[in-house]
Nanobody, 127 residues
Framework: QVQLVESGGGLVQAGGSLRLSCAAS??????????MAWFRQAPGKEREFAAG????????FYSESVKGRFTISRDNAKNTVYLQMNSLRPEDTAVYYC??????????????????WGQGTQVTVVS
């Protein structure tokens, strides 16, 4: 099991930047064993995949809507995963969720692939 707590959300102007953090508290397994991801959910929309990362930082994955602007990374020594968000747009406004999955089975873009979720952090981008 792993507990996840996001932080770093807030209000920012279009073109600005934010860095989200997700602190993990694993039990029974090391944090580095968990593939991690960030999802987001805008009002009235389904939760969607934004970015994912393997255990070793060796592979990262992005949705087309954030590619080139967002960067996911992790610090296994600190049990933390980050999402650096640059060139923010109003359409990036959403609640951002950190998620962990047990292994590499399943499609990393699907919410049902992930067993553990944080409570979310609000990101609001104003023009």
């Amino acid at each position: 099991q792993v507990q996840l707590v996001e932080s770093g959300g807030g209000l920012v102007q279009a073109g600005g930047s934010l860095r989200l953090s997700c602190a993990a508290s694993p039990s029974g397994r090391s944090f580095e064993d968990y593939p991690m991801a960030w999802f987001r959910q805008a009002p009235g929309k389904e939760r969607e995949f934004a970015a994912g990362i393997t255990w070793s930082n060796s592979h990262t994955f992005y949705s087309e809507s954030v590619k080139g602007r967002f960067t996911i990374s992790r610090d296994n020594a600190k049990n933390t995963v980050y999402l650096q968000m640059n060139s923010l747009r109003p359409e990036d406004t959403a609640v951002y969720y950190c998620a962990a999955r047990e292994d590499y089975r399943g499609n990393y873009r699907y919410t049902e692939t992930y067993a553990y979720w944080g409570q979310g952090t609000q990101v609001t981008v104003v023009s």
